[in-house]
């Protein structure tokens, strides 16, 4: 129902007025009444309000004109006329009608209640087209944000009596627009799969059922330039620019093609790098060893901010509050390098005066102040502002985090405005998988990560598989006496069957109390106190004597602490960095075993390549134990095989009982692997990937009394190679891997294939 134009009566009257003359008389012509006709609702003294002409003025066809146009922009009527008889002046109104119920059609999508929030139409307000396109517009909005930009909304209205009307919004959602293709103009130093696998959006594939990530957004496409921007910085491109990024809409609306065009620029090294101190008495030797860029490294920003914030740290502890540190960079473009002076001077005096969190409804607000590296009436440092929006990143809590400053009540006083959007940070997942080590697997975790707002975690996993079933609950408190000390308890019970390798079953009840804490950015100490029941069960009849004599349950109460050190660039595919893992565990204060054990895992990552990506890894586990005036026994020893001795079975090398083929364990490991993972040719976003490698150990020692039985503990090395394949599917990881020993003993047990899959969701 459109507005009609004005009314020809209304045209008549203008004219009629223009037309007639203007004599002594009729120059005095005025308005002696206003009477309104039509109105049902609206009452008459409401319609002469909105004139803006009144009893006594002349009939000025200006002024008339202009009340026209006051009462068409109320938005009350469909149509209004002025008309004019004799000395007064007839408003005729045909009122816009009343919406009596709102309702959608075709959304199976998206519910009626989130549509509803967004139109601004309600019932028993007026009905006016404009306002009816207005919300045909928001309801197609929002199906574009969730990438169906093919849905169309058609308005009905139903006519019902006392000029009331039902509305209905006919919808149609149309398929998922998804992204068709993801091309690069201008990129020689990266390939497009290369430059695909930095951003979000993805191109659209049918195993790409639990991503939304292949639907078109224009926000995350914005964020993608700048993920872009960010990658290759962090490889030298100092002078990189995304010049264009285009998305077009197929014909059919069913798709969109996005075209990043870039300009790459040189490539740069650092030159010089050097620290200069304009503070008095300040030795910058101390600060020299923190600057993590070296002269001719790759060029990287990342680098400069992470030297940035570790000296800026340093100088708060030396007691210099007021400190800048300004990066200055001297780019060489002829030799293609940057040399950076960090030039270190006194700040100005400004001081925190508060700090104002907004939007957290459910999380606490100490539990983002204590991320926070700057307190209320702290000297200000733009440094320790950057990490402290790092670090309330890094809790997952918030979806987006947003830190910024503005001017306090004095020019010295600056005020914090930290915002955040909540996330979701419950879970309940389910999972599923296999192996050929544990056969069919299943699991159940319900985890939440910040307990009634407060950062506090709990998890509850059961686990079953074909040889095991775990029962894990746990709690975790991330600041612990009121320092950054992750303490809590676990409480499990294991059941494992060991039937084909050694001929029992083990059992482990147990409670185990931890605490852990950062020393440095990237290394970190946790201690742990276990209390826990060990049972040999269901031993064979027939199975080793070495173990028929451990059947039974024993108690172990043992302190351990590990050391930690991670600075890969990504835990799931990484590329560079290395992580080392030391544990210690010493058991007898209390319980039946005494013994001290020494276990280390290391891994080291580099690229040999970097277009094609082929990565190099280097690892080694160790590990030895030593019983305390006793013999080591079997619950505590170590296996190898299966997955840290690819090539050979689970416990398939090491301590044998010859009469039976049982698997023993042994006092003393090591497993060094070697490993080139490379590309197979497909596109990136696959990510799927080839392995080569080369394992190399052996598992030797063990406390028993070899007069009972024909035990075989050559110790000496092992060796095997192969190939793998490796996909981190939307369903979770598959592996396969294809080793073959070439170095093994006669009673060592192999296998040619190894395949695991598992997923939670």
């Known amino acids: 129902m459109a507005a009609r134009p004005l009314r020809w009566s209304f045209v008549v009257f203008v004219l009629a007025v223009l037309a007639t003359p203007l004599g002594p008389a009729h120059s005095q012509d005025r308005i002696a009444d206003i009477r309104v006709e039509g109105e049902q609702r609206v009452d008459p003294a409401t319609v002469r309000s909105y004139l803006t002409v009144v009893a006594g003025d002349p009939f000025d066809p200006a002024a008339l004109d202009e009340s026209l146009k006051s009462l068409f922009a109320t938005g009350l009527f469909e149509d209004v006329a002025l008309e004019r008889e004799g000395e007064t002046l007839v408003v005729r109104v045909e009122e816009n009608p009343i919406i009596n119920r709102i309702a959608f059609e075709g959304n199976l999508r998206i519910e009626d209640e989130e549509l509803e929030r967004e139109i601004d139409l309600r019932p028993r307000v007026v009905y006016t087209p404009a306002r009816v396109q207005d919300a045909v517009g928001r309801i197609l909005e929002i199906y574009r944000r969730s990438g169906r930009y093919a849905a169309t909304v058609e308005p009905k209205i139903i006519e019902l009596d006392q000029n009331r009307v039902d509305l209905v919004f006919e919808i149609q959602e149309g398929p998922l627009t998804t992204v068709q293709s993801i091309t690069f103009v201008g990129n020689e130093a990266f390939s497009d799969s290369r430059l695909r696998g930095e951003i979000q959006t993805v191109e659209g594939r049918f195993w790409r059922v639990l991503t939304t990530n292949d639907t078109y957004d224009p926000d995350r496409l914005a964020f993608d330039q700048e993920l872009l921007r960010r990658f290759y910085v962090s490889q030298g491109f100092a002078d990189f620019e995304v010049r264009s990024a285009i998305a077009e809409l197929t014909p059919e609306g069913d798709g969109f093609f996005i075209t990043f065009t870039v300009d790459e620029g040189p490539r740069y090294r650092f030159g010089e790098v050097t620290v200069e101190s304009r503070i008095p ?403 990136e976003e696959l990510r799927l990937f080839g392995r080569g490698f080369v394992d190399a150990g052996t598992l030797t020692e063990i406390d028993v009394d070899e007069s009972l039985g024909d035990l075989a503990d050559s110790g000496n090395l092992r060796l095997s190679a192969g190939v793998g394949l490796t996909w981190l599917s939307p369903f979770g990881p598959l592996s396969l891997d294809f080793g073959q020993a070439i170095l093994e003993d006669d009673v060592d047990e192999t296998e040619l294939f190894r395949f695991s899959f598992g997923t939670r969701f």
């Open 281 to 683: 008495d300040l030795d910058t030797a101390a600060l020299e060893a923190l600057v993590e860029t070296r002269a001719g490294d790759v060029y990287d920003a990342e680098a400069i901010e992470e030297s940035v914030t570790a000296m800026t740290e340093r100088l708060g502890q030396l007691g210099y509050a007021f400190v800048e540190i300004n990066p200055r960079l001297d780019r060489n473009r002829a030799e293609q390098t940057i040399g950076v002076t960090y030039e270190v001077e006194e700040g100005p005096r400004v001081y925190v005066e508060r700090i104002e969190i907004t939007d957290n409804v459910r999380t606490l607000d100490r539990v983002i102040r204590r991320e926070l590296l700057l307190s209320e009436g702290d000297a200000f440092n733009s440094a320790l502002l950057r990490e402290s929006e790092r670090r309330v990143r890094r809790l997952g809590f918030f979806d987006e985090v947003s830190v910024s400053t503005r001017q306090g009540s004095a020019p010295d006083r600056l005020v914090v405005d930290v915002e955040v959007t909540e996330r979701a940070t419950g879970e309940l997942s389910f999972g599923a998988g296999f192996s050929t080590t544990d056969g069919p697997l299943a699991a159940i975790n319900l985890s939440e990560r910040n307990l009634l707002g407060t950062g506090r975690r709990v998890r509850a996993e059961l686990a079953l598989s074909g040889r095991r079933q775990d029962i894990d609950l746990s709690y975790t408190e991330p600041y612990a006496f009121g320092y950054e000390i992750d303490a809590g308890f676990d409480v499990f019970n294991t059941r494992t069957d060991f039937q084909d390798e050694s001929s029992f079953d083990e059992e482990n009840l147990g409670l185990r109390l931890r605490a852990s804490y950062p020393l440095t950015r990237d290394i970190r100490h946790s201690v742990r106190y276990t209390i826990r029941r060990d049972e040999i069960s269901d031993v064979d009849d027939d199975a080793s004597v070495f173990i028929q004599q451990e059947e039974g349950d024993a108690v172990t109460s043992a302190f351990g602490q590990s050391f930690s050190i991670d600075t890969r660039d990504s835990l799931t595919l990484p590329s560079t960095g290395y992580s080392v893992r030391l544990d210690q565990e010493i058991a007898g204060l209390g319980g039946d075993r005494n013994f001290l054990s020494h276990e280390l895992s290391s891994d080291y990552f580099r690229p040999i390549f970097e277009e094609p990506e082929i990565v190099l890894r280097l690892g080694l586990d160790a590990g030895y134990v030593f019983g305390i005036g006793e013999d080591v026994t079997l619950a505590n020893r170590f296996f190898v095989g299966g997955n840290n001795f690819r090539g050979f079975a689970v416990s398939g090398i090491g301590p044998r009982d010859r009469d039976t083929d049982d698997a023993l364990g042994g006092n003393a490991y090591y497993v060094g692997t070697a490993e080139l993972r490379f590309p197979l040719g497909l596109p």
